[in-house]
């Protein structure tokens, strides 16, 4: 066990030098085991660059968060959600069977509990890596990012939506992104989804419905993206911020309503 502990120290230690050689102050260094064979070396630090930083109002966006999309942001630009925990369920399913089967205190049971211990780690670090890339993306490419105020708490008491929510790590992902970007702010919005991001008609529409068509001023493009929209808006006028409206070409899909309805149809079973 000492043995481990050496070695992971030795890439501890590298970090630290780094750290110090650009001029940072460590203030604490904690150490820290998770699972069975993770470990990980907290370092606080004093950062040496200025905490002010010019912000450019034109690298703005609006994000909106979703089931089947992990995101899809003012841009156009979407990421389809990986959903982790559903891969996984199968193999964590059979290694929990395996375990009730087990006697409890024999070695076989040990094993059974690692096996189970070592996917739930697996499955926790996949999506914390999908995460911390996501937001570095973000943070890298904005200086202020808009995320929808999401009532994440009333959303789960919907059972059938709760873990893929939980599993989104949706909250995590706000979080990040908050320590990481210049500038995030969450924006009180409803009807994102319903409001036309164009011309401010309401065009109501259930979960189902994933294209937004304007009978008003004939914008047609993906729900998400004008929630996105209105998102990045909503968040500007906020901030009290000269509106640099960005005019969005309308996307026609070549999907028929038929089309949709058997999308709605998949997301009721997904
Ligand atoms: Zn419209």
């Not at 036309?196 to 259930?206: A, I, N, R």
């Not at 929630?227 to 901030?239: C, H």
């Amino acid at each position: 066990m000492l043995q481990m502990v050496g070695k992971k120290i030795s890439s501890a230690n590298k970090a630290l030098k780094a750290l110090r050689k650009n001029g940072h102050k460590i203030k604490q260094v904690t150490v820290k085991r998770e699972g069975k064979h993770r470990w990980y070396a907290i370092i606080c630090c004093e950062l040496t660059e200025p905490i002010f930083k010019f912000m450019d109002v034109s690298k703005s966006v609006g994000i909106d968060v979703g089931i089947t999309k992990f995101v899809h942001d003012s841009d156009n630009h979407e990421v389809e959600n990986p959903l982790f925990l559903k891969q996984m369920l199968n193999p964590l399913r059979r290694a929990s069977r395996h375990l009730s089967r087990r006697q409890k205190g024999s070695a076989n049971y040990e094993k059974a509990k690692s096996r189970l211990q070592v996917l739930h780690e697996r499955i926790r670090n996949q999506r914390l890596d999908f995460l911390h890339k996501q937001s570095t993306i973000y943070s890298k490419r904005y200086d202020l990012i808009f995320l929808e105020k999401l009532r994440v708490l009333n959303m789960t008491k919907n059972h059938r939506l709760a873990r893929a929510i939980l599993d989104s790590g949706w909250v995590t992902f706000g979080s990040m992104l908050k320590y990481k970007a210049k500038k995030v702010m969450e924006v009180y919005s409803p009807n994102t989804s319903i409001d036309c991001s164009h011309c401010g008609h309401k065009v109501q529409k259930s979960l189902a419905v994933r294209i937004h068509r304007c009978d008003n001023c004939g914008l047609v493009l993906d729900r998400d993206y004008n929630a996105a929209l209105n998102i990045l808006q909503r968040g500007i006028k906020a901030l009290k911020l000269p509106m640099e409206r960005r005019e969005v070409t309308p996307v026609e899909f070549e999907r028929t309503r038929k089309q949709e309805s058997i999308e709605a149809h998949d997301f009721s079973h997904g």
